[in-house]
C-alpha cells in the first residue's frame, strides 16, 4: 500500500514565511505533529495498492492539460481545535474557497479516488464518514476548509491566535498555479511529480 498526497505548493517567499513560523512554534511547544512538514495546502490524500501507481501518475500528467492558473486569497487565521486526526490544536491558515478552488479539488478527486483502498477503520462520523467510505478521504467539497498548517500543538486555541496575529499581515493573494503529487510516509512527502499550469 503506498500513501499519495495531492498538494499545492506554496511560492518561495511565501513558503520561507511558513517555514520560520514552524520553527518558532516548534521552540514554544512541547507535544507537536506537522511542524516538520513542508509547507503546502492538501487537495487530496489517498492510499493506493503499490501496483496502482503508474495509472495515478498517468491520470496525474493529465491535469497539466486541464487546469490553468488562478487567484485566491489567505485570508484568516484558523484553529482547527481538538483537531479530528490529532487530537491537538492545529494552528494554520485558512484560504478562501473560491469557486475555481472547489472546481479543481473535485476535478481531481473525481479523476483519482477509482484507485483509492477503501479503509476499514475510520474515526470520523456523519458527512466526513461518508465521505471518507467513498474517496478514501473525509475533505471534499463543502467539507473541505483549504488550508496551510503550521502545526498541530498543545497550546490553547486562543494562545495560538494571540501568538499567530503577530506573524503575517493578511488578507495575503495568492497564486494557485501548480500541483505536486507526493508520496507520505510518515513524516517524509517524496515529490514525484509536480505540474505547473
Known amino acids: 500500500m503506498i500513501k499519495l498526497g495531492i498538494f499545492y505548493s506554496l511560492d518561495d517567499s511565501l513558503k520561507k514565511d ?41 491520470e496525474f500528467e493529465d491535469f497539466q492539460k486541464s487546469f490553468n492558473q488562478f487567484y485566491t486569497n489567505i485570508y484568516k487565521w484558523k484553529v482547527f481545535t481538538k483537531d479530528i486526526i490529532t487530537g491537538l490544536n492545529t494552528l494554520c491558515l485558512e484560504i478562501e474557497l473560491s469557486r475555481e478552488l472547489k472546481a479543481l479539488q473535485m476535478r481531481v478527486v473525481e479523476s483519482l479516488f477509482e484507485y483509492h ?21 473525509p475533505f471534499i467539497g463543502n467539507q473541505w476548509i483549504p488550508h496551510i498548517t503550521i502545526g498541530s500543538m498543545d497550546i490553547n486555541p486562543e494562545k495560538l491566535l494571540g501568538y499567530s496575529r503577530k506573524l503575517l499581515d493578511l488578507p495575503k493573494e495568492i497564486t494557485i498555479n501548480n500541483l505536486g503529487l507526493y508520496k507520505i510516509e510518515e513524516d517524509s512527502h517524496k515529490l514525484i511529480k509536480k505540474i505547473e499550469f
Open 18 to 58: 511558513i517555514e520560520s513560523f514552524k520553527l518558532y512554534f516548534s521552540s514554544i511547544c512541547k507535544t507537536s505533529r506537522y511542524l516538520n512538514h513542508l509547507p503546502h495546502s492538501t487537495i487530496y490524500v489517498f492510499n493506493i495498492e503499490s501496483n496502482k501507481i503508474n495509472d495515478v501518475i498517468l
Open 117 to 137: 483502498l477503501k479503509s476499514e477503520n475510520s474515526n470520523f462520523e456523519g458527512d466526513f464518514k461518508i465521505l471518507n467510505d467513498k474517496y478514501g478521504y
